[in-house]
């Protein structure tokens, strides 16, 4: 079945390592999204891409890094440098950067201890 | 993009429609209205968007006020498995800057039995 796979579902990491979360699309879409969710809040951007080996800052890119080598694939770095790392993290995709509609993976759940 | 005030909760009884409203009085003329909705632990999935007209799909309605600052998404016969939070959005349509969504807090809507 097409989708977008995030993975794992949950992660554990000490304070001060740098984690990378998965994102993986089989739906031929050129544009991939990070979003950031707190509790009890809305989304925030990140960073996007809108096509392979190009990405932008969102609004929030400070203490995070991706790379987007292949069109199917936008793994996101959470550094050190990120204050308040602990989040849950979706990965989304749209045909191209004009689509309306986009479609969000399951969600990361990082925990920082 | 225009901010979007919407409830923060909602009840409506099983099989009843839902009528979820969300006031955009800043809108300007070449931004759609979107809507989203999120269950709890899970990505948001996209429900409806519109410019103006009226707009319907299999799961929703979307009904648009005349000077567009409105709009109030209906599901015509609530389940269960509608309880989520809604979220409305009003931006332009995706172009350059890619298919970026800015997420409120949107509306906890409960379905009982």
């Known amino acids: 079945d097409g989708g977008i796979t995030q993975s794992p579902k949950y992660l554990f990491r000490k304070e001060g390592q740098n984690v990378t979360l998965s994102c993986e699309q089989n739906?031929?879409?050129?544009?991939m999204y990070w979003y950031r969710q707190d509790p009890g809040q809305g989304l925030r951007l990140i960073y996007y891409?809108?096509?392979?080996?190009?990405?932008q800052k969102g609004d929030i890119a400070e203490g995070y890094s991706v790379s987007r080598e292949k069109k199917e694939s936008f793994p996101l770095t959470v550094t050190s440098a990120q204050k308040n790392p602990t989040a849950f993290y979706l990965c989304?995709?749209?045909?191209?950067?004009?689509?309306?509609?986009?479609?969000f993976g399951q969600g990361t759940r990082l925990t920082v201890v | 993009d225009a901010k979007t005030t919407q409830p923060p909760s909602m009840d409506c009884a099983e099989g009843r429609a839902a009528n979820l409203p969300c006031n955009h009085s800043?809108?300007?003329?070449?931004?759609?209205v979107y809507w989203y909705r999120q269950i709890h632990s899970q990505g948001p999935q996209y429900i409806i968007h519109?410019?103006?007209n009226n707009e319907t799909n299999e799961m929703a309605s979307l009904i648009i006020t005349e000077d567009r600052k409105s709009s109030t998404l209906i599901l015509p016969h609530a389940t269960l498995r509608d309880t989520a939070v809604y979220y409305c959005?009003?931006?332009?349509?995706?172009?350059?800057?890619?298919?970026?969504?800015?997420f409120g807090t949107g509306t906890q809507l409960k379905v009982e039995l």
């Open positions: 989304a995709s749209s045909i191209t950067a004009r689509s309306p509609e986009a479609f």
């Open positions: 739906l031929n879409h050129d544009a």
């Open positions: 891409s809108q096509i392979v080996n190009d990405f």
């Open positions: 800043t809108i300007s003329g070449n931004e759609y």
């Open positions: 519109g410019l103006k």
């Open positions: 959005i009003v931006r332009v349509a995706p172009g350059g800057g890619g298919n970026k969504l800015t």
